[in-house]
């Protein structure tokens, strides 16, 4: 009896001791269950922003002198939209940008003149629809180096004299411009032939379009022409104002005389505005794809444009254009309505209110 009473004890303590074991196994069981849950939670949570963040992108590109202005305008949706959209902004000059823009491959097309009539061609071919928005006012400063003591203004047919294609190869001294200015080399900086700014320089100069001398340092960046002017006293460029006032210090800004008034007159946003400084004075545009539309990214990104342009314009050294050009074009915007106001051709010297009066015609 004893025996069986020591065998029931042990029977009893042994089954105490699987139901402790089993307990602490389940409880064990429980805390890894648990913490795999944990992980799993973690992971959801750490994962979820990845994938419910939305391809979200516009895709912009062009002109090299519009673009601090798109730029500007970038930086600041993509703040207000706390950075759940990506906008991009490239610098291919505005022939490349519309390339690329009538390829379908961007949403938007910065551009420092009008569309051109083979652009609007290829556009057609390639079923692009698309919008044309003017932002901004701008004129085509003419630096020469701080050093160069000689130049105080300068006259189109100056201006033509050095640029024009015939001048290539003979024209290459400053002396053979001016008699009076010295038997020095004279060193030309400036875009270079996909860029909107060659091209109205050359329409408003030379009297066509891309007709130019090869034999010059030809830059999409105009920082480069920036600093090859700066670095050299016998040299001379032409670029959009904004990039003289960045760089003001480093350069020296001629004035041009007006063909009509006769005065030297130099760039400035009043000079600009009031259309004095002329003929390389002005309108800037962006040009939206209207199918890219249907994304709301875009939509939202050129509403925001339109809306803050006239305040982010004069941040970065552009001349806006007046409230009620804004509100055209905002219209413009609304409405859809697409081609281009100018019939394909550069529209050389217009005014702020030439410019008003095109869209106001094209309500």
Excluded: H
């Amino acid at each position: 009896m004893k025996r069986i009473r020591t065998s029931e004890k042990n029977s009893k303590k042994g089954g105490k001791m699987k139901k402790i074991f089993k307990s602490a196994l389940v409880s064990a069981m429980d805390r890894k269950k648990a913490s795999l849950f944990f992980v799993l939670v973690l992971a959801i949570v750490m994962v979820k922003p990845v994938i419910a963040a939305p391809d979200r992108q516009v895709r912009i590109d062009g002109s090299s002198t519009v673009y601090p202005i798109t730029e500007a305008v970038a930086e600041e949706f993509q703040k207000a939209k706390g950075g759940q959209v990506k906008v991009t902004v490239g610098i291919s000059g505005t022939g490349g940008g519309f390339k690329k823009f009538c390829r379908g491959e961007t949403d938007i097309s910065d551009a420092s003149r009008p569309i051109l009539q083979k652009e609007i061609d290829v556009c057609k071919e390639q079923k692009i629809e698309y919008i044309e928005l003017p932002v901004a006012y701008d004129g085509l400063a003419v630096i020469v180096n701080p050093k160069n003591t000689w130049v105080s203004s300068l006259t189109v047919a100056d201006l033509k004299k050095m640029w024009e294609p015939a001048s290539q190869g003979k024209v290459t001294k400053w002396n053979q411009v001016r008699t009076a200015w010295p038997d020095a080399p004279l060193k030309l900086f400036g875009p270079g032939s996909d860029s909107g700014t060659f091209d109205y320089f050359t329409e408003a100069i030379v009297g066509k379009s891309k007709a130019c001398r090869g034999d010059f340092t030809a830059s999409e960046d105009d920082n480069v022409l920036v600093q090859g002017v700066a670095g050299d006293r016998n040299a001379l460029g032409y670029f959009g104002l904004a990039y003289y006032e960045e760089n003001r210090y480093r350069l020296k800004l001629v004035p041009i005389v007006n063909p009509a008034t006769k005065k030297e007159v130099p760039p400035s946003l009043q000079t600009v505005m009031d259309g004095t400084y002329s003929p390389l004075s002005r309108p800037l545009f962006i040009y939206v794809n209207k199918a890219s539309l249907a994304k709301p990214e875009v939509k939202e990104f050129v509403g925001y444009y339109l809306n803050n342009a006239g305040k982010l314009v004069k941040q970065v050294k552009y001349v806006p254009l007046p409230a009620n050009a804004y509100r055209l074009a905002q219209e413009r915007f609304n409405g859809l309505k697409t081609g281009s106001m100018f019939g394909g051709e550069e529209k050389v010297g217009m005014k702020i209110e030439d410019l008003l009066k095109l869209e106001g015609t094209n309500k």
